[in-house]
């Protein structure tokens, strides 16, 4: 585990997000929920995959928000990231 | 040239999908059952860590406690499990378009076109399967490889959990016909004990046996048996039609059975029931535009576990909800007394003796006309299709209050298809 992180948990957000003619969904924005907006400034990757650290699985976008990156996972219809709970 | 066909069995399916949602699961003994209050409590599937103390499928849960003391049991969450079984099926379809599913948890694929286009070494595209699906999904496979059907599901149950076995011509008489003729799809303990009391307890000993023996001692099903044993089998994998439904085909006959919440021991409570599980089976056949022209009831006691069926035909075929549950309530109401002496604990009503609905029933001159309960059925299906399966329900259905809320046709119906309905 990463110094300073105790454990993760499943934290479903409010998220933005773009369809094109496609389907295909880019998110756009993730807002917090006391209220704070992140914008997503790239999609990094995009893949199906599991969260093995909180469970479930969906479509997983890496994000890069600012200087960080994260995961978002798109359980469809609902997002969810993994939270950092920390120790 | 030999086929290439891949089985692929999702381990302990429903509780890897659990710990796959649940994460603080994991290595924890856990199992998938039915519900207790409704006399549904038997276990469905296992973790490996369950497995460990010895537990088994269709235990009784206060069974598996006494195994395991600490044992995790979770209510069955088809949607999720449908979701996921559709998700793995995803991913196969991006080896080969021939795949066919064998329940929800299990696949054939056949790769001999498709090879070429992975780089050609089977080894190779299982592996990736197998890693695609971890990554993926987080639940593990295990994988049997082989030039027909029946040697590759047989690798896929000889090393599990995350295990790929390839059955080749070079290794199948020492791995195949080596083990016990149990191990083989398609024999049960009957057959099994019936193939010991000949002194045949290998798949090598039946692949074995003369064809006169075969014909003297099991008939037809000997020599398919012996078929398989040899991996003769030339079954095709068959792709599955995504405009039928999901997890089979083409079908003999729709079933749907139901252990009562409590053992019946009146005729209403049996009503309630029977239109209960005939209006399941009917609109099953509808949506499929079938008809039946037969009805078949199966009862258990509640005493002993003892049980018997019956069937009637129809005079014309159909599948109307009320044809199906008159037919039914007549053959039950014929065979049970129903009182305290004889409760009944299951019922189970199948339609068989299936035609197409299409090209319309040879009506009779001499009888009055009846009203169109096909369409006035049609009326509710489109009702259920749009608002759910609950939103409209038969008075009778209402006389056990213990029955409702039941949602049969969605909750009840995750059968495996049969090898031979084909």
Request: a neutral charge.
């Amino acid at each position: 585990m990463v110094k300073g992180i105790d454990s993760r948990r499943k934290h479903y957000v409010q998220v933005l997000s773009r369809t094109d003619e496609d389907g295909h969904i880019t998110p756009v924005a993730i807002t917090w929920e006391d209220g704070r907006t992140f914008d997503i400034d790239r999609v990094l990757d995009c893949r199906q995959a599991a969260s093995l650290k909180v469970g479930g699985t969906g479509t997983r976008y890496l994000v890069r928000i600012g200087r960080t990156s994260t995961y978002l996972f798109h359980e469809d219809p609902r997002w969810f990231v993994e939270e950092k709970v920390m120790g | 040239m030999d086929r290439v066909i891949l089985h692929s069995d999702m381990n302990s399916f429903y509780a890897s999908v659990e710990q796959a949602e649940q994460p603080e699961l994991r290595g924890k003994p856990v199992v998938v059952a039915g519900k207790e209050e409704l006399r549904h409590g038997i276990v469905l599937t296992k973790s490996t860590e369950a497995k460990k103390y010895g537990i088994k499928t269709a235990e009784a849960l206060w069974q598996a406690r006494a195994k395991c003391p600490d044992l995790i049991v979770l209510p069955p969450r088809y949607k999720l499990y449908r979701r996921y079984s559709e998700m793995a099926r995803n991913i196969y379809y991006q080896y080969t378009d021939l795949v066919e599913p064998f329940g929800l948890d299990e696949c054939w694929l056949d790769l001999t076109g498709s090879l070429p286009l992975h780089g050609g070494d089977a080894l190779v595209v299982a592996r990736e399967i197998s890693e695609r699906v971890k990554a993926e999904l987080g639940c593990t496979v295990s994988i049997g490889l082989s030039w027909n059907k029946i040697f590759a599901k047989f690798g896929s149950d000889y090393r599990k959990p995350d295990a790929i076995t390839p059955i080749t011509r070079q290794n199948y008489q020492s791995i195949v016909w080596e083990s016990p003729v149990r191990d083989l799809l398609y024999v049960g303990p009957a057959t099994e004990r019936k193939l010991h009391a000949y002194g045949i307890r290998t798949i090598g000993q039946l692949a074995g046996t003369s064809d006169a023996y075969l014909r003297r001692r099991f008939g037809k099903v000997g020599f398919i048996l012996r078929t398989f044993a040899r991996g003769e089998d030339t079954t095709p994998v068959k792709a599955y039609d995504p405009t039928r439904r999901d997890v089979w085909r083409e079908v003999k006959s729709y079933g749907n059975g139901l252990t009562a919440p409590h053992p019946i021991t009146t005729a209403a409570d049996a009503q309630a029931l029977i239109w209960l599980l005939s209006e399941s089976v009917a609109q099953r056949m509808r949506a499929d535009g079938m008809r039946a022209r037969t009805i078949a009831i199966g009862v258990c006691n509640d005493v002993d576990l003892s049980g018997y069926g019956c069937q009637v035909k129809l005079d014309r075929p159909s599948a109307a909800t009320r044809h199906v549950a008159h037919a039914a309530w007549a053959l039950l109401h014929a065979c049970e007394p129903f009182d305290e002496d004889h409760p009944i604990r299951a019922l189970h009503v199948r339609a068989t003796d299936l035609v197409e609905a299409d090209p319309g029933v040879q009506l009779s001159l001499f009888e009055a006309d009846e009203p169109d309960w096909e369409g006035l059925d049609a009326c509710i299906d489109e009702l259920r299709r749009r608002y759910g399966n609950t939103c409209i329900v038969r008075g009778t259905e209402l006389l056990d209050a213990s029955l409702v809320g039941l949602d049969i046709k969605d909750e009840n119906t995750v059968h495996p298809v049969g090898y031979f309905h084909r």
